[in-house]
């Protein structure tokens, strides 16, 4: 799949969900389960606590190919670690602050508290997200050339499309 | 018997890493007994044509300081890769692009309207721009041409060893030529420092709370430093936590924070991700408005966490393309 397509109406976002076990991750299954149905762009990856989400995570997603990426944790005060949400929080608020820097649209990184009952809620945030990232568009990466390339001077400097992992 | 070759040379780089060199004092002495220095640009008259002439592999040693970032470097870091049997790369510039890496945040073209044009001391009312080539009555003159992006070192060629710092610390560089000149190798891509972090044995550690927790951080201008205590425990983003040792603390000892410039540990993939992560949990607030306005005192986050280190981040440059600032 590449999502270099040009005319925004053929992209098909990419994106990363990291959901935290014991709130947002229940929620997509109780969506699941109770037939809800929403955009299927969101690759979900379950994480203990969204305490345990490394910012490298977001950069190495941005990186790998995706077009946003969403996290969900547990709403304030309901942290199974009692505070993992918090340091998720933080975080987060610094790293958009450092994304803007970088050019990366705010709607590229989108943190929500969705407790364990609100499947509704899963279905609504991953189709509002899918559809501002379409408006969007890609993102595109100006990622070099693999090391040691010769093909360097000519072609790395000018920018592409970024790599794609199968 | 003829001794090894070593070489030096740089690329976008301040001039810093040669003062590294010199600063090896009466040890340059141990130095020079050992190897011939065969190329110095920076001080000692040799030319290209003197490296063209070399057999490849000819120079034992190649020490690069410096980012790339024009056709000119490229070439000749791709000609001393050819001409020697190790190249290394020399200081935070080559090894993570370094403080010329953070113009990866702009445009070339911007960059360069800024240098021409609107710079407070620039006078360029005709906007003249350098050109790769120009006719004059003597036929054509050239010029490198500026590439798009700050790259490292091994980023366009084939790197065997990295001495981190802004400059490399003088035990290191040492340390390095010993092993070079002894075959006493560690495996190739190594990064010739303790893979440990600054904290870990920092001469302040004792004075480390259990637990950091601060409503602010601040800028080393907005209090007075106490010389004893733990920099992290005084507010200020010292960034030993994420950063590799091997600088005998020369900021920490100079009262001043660390900012990171031996680069992250083996097990780290994105340095000013992973300083973010650490700087931002240090805050002890859980209401939203308050921690936005707490990472107000957080100036300028790309220059602070990847001040030497956004051409080898995941994401290489800013991006322009989706219309961002």
Redesign the interface.
């Known amino acids: 799949m590449s999502n270099s397509q040009s005319k925004p109406s053929d992209f098909t976002p990419r994106i990363v969900a990291f959901f935290c076990n014991w709130c947002t991750y229940t929620a997509s299954d109780l969506a699941g389960t109770a037939r809800m149905t929403y955009a299927p762009n969101a690759r979900i990856i379950r994480v203990m606590c969204s305490g345990r989400i ?3 995570f ?3 997603a ?2 790998n190919g995706a077009d946003g990426v969403l996290i969900g944790g547990c709403h ?1 005060g309901d942290c199974h670690y009692q ?1 993992g949400n ?2 998720c ?3 987060i ?3 958009k ?2 994304l ?6 705010s709607e590229r990184l989108r943190l929500e508290w969705i407790s364990a009952s609100e499947g509704d809620r899963v279905q609504r945030v991953v189709n509002e997200m899918t559809m501002q990232i379409k408006a ?2 890609p ?7 693999p ?2 390339s ?1 093909a ?2 000519t072609q ?4 592409k499309s970024k790599e794609v992992v199968s | 018997m003829s001794k090894p070759k070593i070489g030096f040379y740089w690329c976008a780089s301040c001039g810093g890493c040669e003062e590294a060199i010199v600063d090896l004092n009466e040890a340059v002495l141990d130095v020079v007994a050992a190897v011939d220095i065969v190329f110095w640009p920076c001080a000692m008259d040799f030319k290209k044509s003197d490296v063209e002439a070399m057999a490849d592999k000819e120079i034992t040693a190649i020490f690069i300081n410096g980012a790339i970032r024009s056709s000119e470097q490229f070439e000749m870091a791709e000609l001393l890769r050819k001409k020697s049997q190790f190249v290394i790369s020399f200081g935070s510039c080559s090894h993570e692009g370094g403080i010329p890496g953070l113009a990866n945040l702009y445009k070339k073209e911007d960059l360069l309207s800024t240098v021409y044009s609107t710079a407070f001391s620039t006078i360029n009312p005709n906007y003249t721009l350098p050109q790769t080539q120009t006719k004059v009555p003597e036929g054509i003159a050239t010029l490198p041409e500026l590439w798009e992006t700050v790259k490292s070192l091994d980023q366009v060629i084939d790197v065997d060893y990295f001495l981190p710092g802004c400059p490399p610390p003088v035990k290191l560089v040492v340390d390095a030529v010993t092993a070079l000149l002894s075959g006493n190798l560690p495996p190739k891509g190594a990064v010739l420092a303790p893979d440990k972090a600054l904290c870990d044995d920092c001469t302040r550690k004792a004075t480390k709370p259990e637990k950091l927790q601060h409503k602010r951080f601040y800028r080393p201008s907005e209090i007075l430093i106490d010389p004893e205590k733990c920099l992290l425990a005084q507010g200020l983003l010292c960034l030993g936590p994420v950063t590799r040792m091997g600088c005998d603390w020369a900021c920490i000892n100079g009262n001043m924070p660390c900012t990171g410039c031996m680069g992250p540990t083996s097990r780290v993939r994105d340095y000013g991700a992973k300083a973010l992560s650490a700087m931002a949990s240090v805050i002890d607030l859980n209401d939203e408005e308050e921690i936005q306005k707490s990472m107000d005192s957080i100036v300028d986050p790309v220059g602070t966490f990847y001040r030497y280190s956004l051409a080898t981040s995941q994401l290489h440059s800013a991006i322009h393309t989706n219309g961002g600032k």
């Open positions: 490394d910012p490298q977001v950069m190495a941005y990186r304030p505070e918090y340091k929080l933080r975080r608020t610094l790293l602050r450092m803007s820097q970088l050019g990366i649209e969007l568009g993102l595109k990466l100006n990622i070099p050339q090391e040691h010769h360097v001077p790395s400097h000018t920018p």
